[in-house]
Each structure stands twice: as structure tokens, then as C-alpha cells.
């Protein structure tokens, strides 16, 4: 996606050799018409999935599913919780995910209100490194007795291994901007 890749180039800068930040864009401050128009590119590569849910994952990916679930015809938009508190449901499917951007395992949970047998979710995350939230996400669906019809990615870092572990859930990953290297801290994106 041009504009996205435009706008890392621009906006976006690298730390130690794998991270990107996007912060000044994607997740920390917003800009509202860009996350439109990757909500519009989520919606033209699903529409044709009868999606019913949209998972994602706090706190990141709230923003990005809220304004993609407008195309979807305002599908329900559900986001896992990574922290414990005194008023979590007890009755949710959790799993484990490591982090590794923090390097170290979280718990991440969705209240069993909120998966139903037959769901046809579509996830989406801001970034792919080595698949495990969206792996994490995939097993909350799963558990629920959902269906996992797509995994939507703003950023993947298609240098780290998580879209071949994501694929060999049997789940297909659809990122809109592809960064292969960082290279003197420039990233280079995959060709399409
Ligand atoms: P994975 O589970 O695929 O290893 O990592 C994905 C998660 O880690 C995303 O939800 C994202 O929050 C975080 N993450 C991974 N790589 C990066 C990165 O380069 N930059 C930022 N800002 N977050 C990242």
C-alpha cells in the first residue's frame, strides 16, 4: 500500500535492528484518514468472507479495527485483554502469548460473551514479527468454536518468520505494507 509505505518512510524510524516505531502515525498518535484508508484496503481483500466479528488485540489494534468495522458493514469489533483486574470476566478463553518485543509471555483473554460457535472473524493486528499474537488470537477463536477467516496486518516484518507460523495454522495473511530489511535504519519493503 503506497501511502502507507510513504508514511513510514517518512514518519517512521528504526530502533536496535527490528523494531519500527510508527508512533508519531499508528500507535501512540493517529491519524484518523490514513487508518481510513487502511480500512478500506482490509475491507477490499475480506469483503468476500461474510466476516461477522473483528478481533484484535489491545491496546494498538483497537483504533485500526474500530475504522476498519465501518466497511464491514459495522461488524462488532472485540479486543483481547492482556491485563488482569478485579472486574475481568471469569468466564473467558485465555491463552498464552510471548512477546517479543518485551520478551516475555503474556496471557491475553476474551470474555466467552463475545465468541460464538460459528463466528467468521477476521483478525487484525498493527504489526507482524513472529506471529504470536495473531497465533494467540487465532487459539481464543478456536476455542470458541469460531472461524478464523483472515489475519489483516498493517506492518509486517516479512525478515522475521510469523507469516509462515501464522499460515501454518491454515490461516491466510494479508499485510499491507511489507518491510524485508532495515537497512542503515532505512526499511525496505518487499516488491509487490
Ligand atoms: P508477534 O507476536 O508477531 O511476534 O509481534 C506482534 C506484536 O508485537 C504486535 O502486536 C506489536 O504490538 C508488537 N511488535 C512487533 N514488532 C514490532 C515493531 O517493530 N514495532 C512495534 N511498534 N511493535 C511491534
Redesign the pocket.
Known amino acids: 500500500m503506497k501511502i502507507l509505505e510513504e508514511r513510514i518512510l517518512k514518519d517512521g524510524y528504526v530502533l536496535g535492528k527490528?523494531?519500527?516505531?510508527?508512533d508519531r502515525f499508528l500507535?501512540h498518535q493517529v491519524d484518523v484518514a490514513l487508518l481510513n484508508e487502511i480500512g478500506k484496503a482490509f475491507y477490499a481483500y475480506f469483503k468476500d468472507h461474510g466476516i461477522n466479528k473483528i478481533l484484535t488485540?489491545e491496546a494498538?489494534?483497537i483504533a485500526i479495527a474500530a475504522i476498519t468495522a465501518q466497511y464491514f458493514d459495522n461488524v462488532p469489533v472485540v479486543f483481547a485483554k492482556k491485563f488482569d483486574s478485579v472486574n475481568a470476566d471469569p468466564d473467558s478463553y485465555e491463552t498464552n502469548?510471548?512477546?517479543?518485543?518485551k520478551n516475555r509471555d503474556y496471557s491475553v483473554r476474551v470474555s466467552k460473551k463475545f465468541i460464538h460457535q460459528g463466528d467468521r472473524v477476521l483478525i487484525l493486528?498493527?504489526?507482524?514479527?513472529?506471529?504470536?499474537?495473531?497465533a494467540g488470537l487465532i487459539d481464543l477463536v478456536r476455542q470458541g468454536g469460531g472461524e478464523v477467516h483472515g489475519v489483516g496486518i498493517v506492518i509486517e516484518?516479512s525478515f522475521?518468520d510469523?507469516k509462515t507460523y501464522v499460515s501454518s495454522l491454515g490461516v491466510d495473511v494479508h499485510s499491507l505494507a511489507r518491510i524485508r530489511a532495515f537497512i542503515d535504519g532505512t526499511p525496505i519493503f518487499e516488491e509487490v
Open positions: 527490528d523494531i519500527l516505531k510508527v500507535n488485540i494498538s489494534g502469548v510471548y512477546s517479543f518485543t493486528d498493527d504489526f507482524l514479527a513472529q506471529g504470536r499474537a495473531a516484518k522475521q510469523g
